[in-house]
Nanobody, 120 residues
Framework: QVSLVESGGGSVQPGGSLRLSCAAS????????MGWYRQAPGNERELVAS???????NYRDSVKGRFTISRDNAKKTVNLQMNGLKPEDTGVYYC??????????????WGQGTQVTVSS
């Protein structure tokens, strides 16, 4: 079984910064893609940023130049550094990862979510 544990998040004023972290654990052989999604009240969950095991990154347009995703393959962690936060960045942020277990089963798992609130 594979699980993700998130940390970070909180409340900041517009223009502030936050750092989210996510650690994977369990019977993991490899992790292909790790990413961060967010969901605002009344909205669908949307991709914020993702990173492959080769560290190829992808960002939604609204966060480009402000957010940076990174991962440590040895530690099985993914981070999201968020700078220049805006009120529209408010939402619950979820970590996601997919890959293969040690028994070669495919997994696609989600973290429990962490709240990010940007408000003056």
């Amino acid at each position: 079984q594979v699980s993700l544990v998130e940390s970070g998040g909180g409340s900041v004023q517009p223009g502030g910064s936050l750092r989210l972290s996510c650690a994977a654990s369990g019977s993991i052989f490899s992790i292909s893609l790790m990413g961060w999604y967010r969901q605002a009240p009344g909205n669908e969950r949307e991709l914020v940023a993702s990173i492959t095991n080769a560290r190829i990154t992808n960002y939604r347009d609204s966060v480009k130049g402000r957010f940076t995703i990174s991962r440590d393959n040895a530690k099985k962690t993914v981070n999201l550094q968020m700078n220049g936060l805006k009120p529209e960045d408010t939402g619950v942020y979820y970590c996601n990862a997919n890959g293969r277990t040690t028994t070669w089963r495919f997994f696609d798992v989600w973290g429990q979510g962490t709240q990010v609130t940007v408000s003056s």
